[in-house]
Antibody, heavy 129, light 109 residues
Framework: QLQLQESGPGLVKPSETLSLTCTVS??????????WGWIRQPPGKGLEWIGS???????YYNPSLKSRVTISVDTSKNQFSLKLSSVTAADTAVYYC?????????????????????WGQGTLVTVSS | QSALTQPASVSGSPGQSITISCTGT?????????VSWYQQHPGKAPKLMIY???NRPSGVSNRFSGSKSGNTASLTISGLQAEDEADYYC?????????FGGGTKLTVL
């Protein structure tokens, strides 16, 4: 069964760049049926979508984070990655990666249908000097 | 894009039914049939419970159901069980992006 696992530093200094990788196992990241997403959750707070990427490299970002976010994919390693620049304490959160389902039609793929499933276990990233 | 609005908390006794609302706008909940619901137990990752407003993934109990009317989506849990106690989040697709609700804490009395 498909599994996702986040990895990366648990502590990042203010103004530096947060970097995380999500490794996909039990399935191919190159499937045409899915996007791959990052979602975060500050301690004690709700979920926030960060962005999503297709195996081809096509990306969508949360407008509120777009200027600081880069998501990339490495199909040879079955991984996708998140970089968030100029971090502050407000970026302290549990970061999750998840698979985003697509609807395949004769006209192409449609995002939105299917939601995020499954999710990785999450990794806590603390921004502090 | 603003977060979807959910009640902070709801409660119910075992065996009862509860409904959690999720209010958005015509640009998100009202504009797409792409509302999903997630269950999150403390210290765990969210789990997809409902997608596309009312569809259940394989393995999710049929006690969970979803619906939508206008700009408001709803999650109903029937026959409440102790294991249903968790946080629940709604999410809606909107113009190439995703927006989540603030979350609702369900307490089983």
């Amino acid at each position: 069964q498909l599994q996702l696992q986040e990895s990366g530093p648990g502590l990042v200094k203010p103004s530096e760049t947060l970097s995380l990788t999500c490794t996909v196992s039990g399935g191919s990241i190159s499937s045409s049926s899915y996007y791959w997403g990052w979602i975060r959750q500050p301690p004690g707070k709700g979920l926030e979508w960060i962005g999503s990427i297709y195996y081809s490299g096509s990306t969508y970002y949360n407008p509120s984070l777009k200027s600081r976010v880069t998501i990339s994919v490495d199909t040879s390693k079955n991984q996708f990655s998140l970089k968030l620049s100029s971090v502050t304490a407000a970026d302290t959160a549990v970061y999750y990666c998840a698979r985003e389902a697509l609807m395949i039609t004769f006209g192409g793929v449609i995002r939105g249908a299917g939601g995020f499933d499954p999710w990785g276990q999450g990794t806590l990233v603390t921004v502090s000097s | 894009q603003s977060a979807l609005t959910q009640p902070a908390s709801v409660s119910g006794s075992p065996g009862q039914s509860i409904t959690i609302s999720c209010t958005g706008t015509s640009s998100d909940v009202g504009g797409y049939n792409y509302v999903s619901w997630y269950q999150q137990h403390p210290g765990k990752a969210p789990k997809l419970m409902i997608y596309d407003v009312s569809n259940r993934p394989s393995g999710v109990s049929n006690r969970f159901s979803g619906s939508k009317s206008g700009n408001t989506a709803s999650l109903t849990i029937s026959g409440l069980q102790a294991e249903d106690e968790a946080d629940y989040y709604c999410s809606s697709y909107t113009s190439s992006n995703w927006v989540f609700g603030g979350g609702t804490k369900l307490t089983v009395l």
